[in-house]
């Protein structure tokens, strides 16, 4: 029996991901209609880099923040890897560039711009 | 006793509609989220002008179809007004891109890449 060719995973559990062909726009759009896991997605772009899940404070328990990093995993918005006992979530910010030009940018931006418009208000 | 001020009705049934200051990216996302409401969203952007809701030819039964059509409404993304009898779609682009600069087009672009993209596929 061979290994599956794809996941390297180095002795750890390996989590399912969308190939770039099944990411579908209507699947992102969702992911992303969730006030938490909007700002998940925007404090994963402003890093740049894998944060774990325990790097986010966030007013829910761990189970809910578990649902929504896999609401995105499951969407193609983020990747998330286990190494050694921390699981770590990356933007898939390449492959969501090459499918949707432009978007995640743009997402990003509305969102700056409605948290500053709130603030105003 | 007065008539309110913001919505000459001329004797017809008046839709909700949020205000643009109520209108929130998440509900606009999630609004987007389906594949036939983005449908919905696209042929309005395409044809610039209202469109009742009998213009469009969906595989949906007609309250399906009137359960898209208002969580588009209420999500502050289309215009819904009685005319005569006819209940009249229209896209809220301009207070859309007002308060979410760029991002429809963003959208709209971005449903139209997947298309090609799923066609060739």
Same mark, same amino acid.
Request: proline share 6%; glycine share 8%; net charge negative.
């Given at each position: 029996?061979?290994?599956? *060719?794809? $996941?390297?995973?180095?002795?750890?559990? #390996?989590? *399912?991901?969308?190939?770039?062909?099944?990411?579908?726009? &209507?699947? +992102?759009?969702? *992911?992303? =209609? !969730?006030?938490?896991?909007?700002?998940? +997605?925007? &404090?994963?772009?402003?890093?740049? &880099?894998?944060?774990?899940?325990? !790097?986010? +404070? #966030?007013? $829910?328990?761990? =189970?809910?923040?578990?649902?929504?990093?896999? #609401?995105?995993?499951?969407?193609? +918005?983020?990747?998330? #890897?286990?190494?050694?006992?921390?699981?770590?979530?990356?933007?898939?910010?390449?492959?969501? !560039?090459?499918?949707?030009?432009?978007?995640? !940018? =743009?997402?990003?931006?509305? *969102?700056?711009?409605?948290? &500053?418009?709130?603030?105003?208000?």
């Amino acid at each position: 029996m061979t290994a599956p *060719a794809s $996941v390297p995973a180095a002795g750890g559990r #390996v989590l *399912a991901h969308p190939a770039p062909e099944e990411i579908r726009l &209507e699947g +992102v759009l969702h *992911a992303l =209609s !969730d006030p938490l896991r909007l700002r998940i +997605v925007r &404090e994963l772009a402003a890093d740049g &880099e894998e944060l774990s899940c325990s !790097d986010f +404070v #966030v007013p $829910v328990t761990k =189970s809910t923040t578990t649902h929504h990093f896999r #609401v995105l995993r499951e969407a193609g +918005v983020i990747r998330q #890897v286990y190494r050694g006992t921390a699981k770590m979530n990356g933007l898939r910010r390449e492959e969501l !560039d090459a499918l949707f030009p432009g978007l995640l !940018d =743009s997402l990003l931006g509305a *969102a700056a711009h409605q948290e &500053e418009r709130l603030a105003d208000g």
